[in-house]
């Protein structure tokens, strides 16, 4: 069964610390792995990783996918309070963009 | 604004009710999702669109009723549910359908059902 595992479950930082959430993943046909941030409701997407070794960066946040590990890291550097959300990790195995979500990680970032 | 457009945004029904949710985006997306996310749980699909046809019922009970009358919009009919039915019903879309597609999803704010 395929699956998606994200640690940790919530971590509290102060702002400016840096931060590195994990995520492992058990799958059949992997095609992507995805990143989204979600503060209230709706998430937002954040990266979407298909090969091994190639960093995406935007801004603070960076991350990386590891297929012969089967997991990912998303760090955010010099974390600020508008960082607070939970950070979900998802995987597709097929075209139709169907996303298999892990739990998340909520990060609170204390002033 | 994601391009994604949810109502209601709170809906509280009893077991007995009828209701329906919309979804509806405006990025010409030709994909169009239903997902639910229940306290301490992961987000969950429930059903997939593509180009309005049904590609994905994720064992869904026949309570939840889905309806896509074209690319653009999506309904989740709503009837006799139970109270563990009550989560945050989020609608999603995405570019391509078929090859090609990343799993980029656009999601919507979400309606908050609580049935009572």
């Known amino acids: 069964e395929d699956k998606v595992v994200q640690s940790p479950l919530s971590l509290v930082v102060h702002e400016g610390d840096t931060v590195t959430l994990n995520c492992s993943y058990e799958v059949t046909n992997f095609r992507s792995l995805l990143w989204y941030k979600q503060e209230k409701k709706a998430p937002t997407f954040l990266f979407m990783l298909t090969s091994s070794g190639i960093e995406k960066k935007s801004g603070r946040l960076s991350s990386i996918l590891d297929k012969k590990e089967l997991f990912s890291i998303l760090n955010i550097t010099a974390t600020q309070t508008g960082d607070s959300a939970v950070y979900l990790c998802a995987m597709t195995t097929d075209s139709w963009g169907k996303l298999q979500f892990g739990a998340g990680t909520q990060v609170v970032v204390t002033p | 604004e994601t391009g994604v457009t949810q109502t209601p945004r709170h809906l509280v029904m009893g077991m007995t009710n009828k209701k329906s949710l919309k979804c509806e985006q405006h990025?010409?997306?030709?994909?169009m999702y239903w997902y639910k996310q229940s306290a301490k749980k992961p987000l969950e699909l429930m059903f997939v669109y593509n180009f309005k046809e049904q590609t994905e019922n994720n064992s869904v009970p026949s309570r939840f009723s889905p309806e896509c009358p074209n690319s653009s919009h999506l309904f989740l009919h709503l009837h006799t549910l139970q109270p563990e039915d009550s989560a945050l019903y989020l609608c999603a879309s995405s570019p391509r359908s078929g090859a090609g597609n990343t799993g980029e999803l656009f999601f919507g704010e979400g309606s908050r059902l609580t049935v009572l």
């Open positions: 990025l010409g997306h030709n994909a």
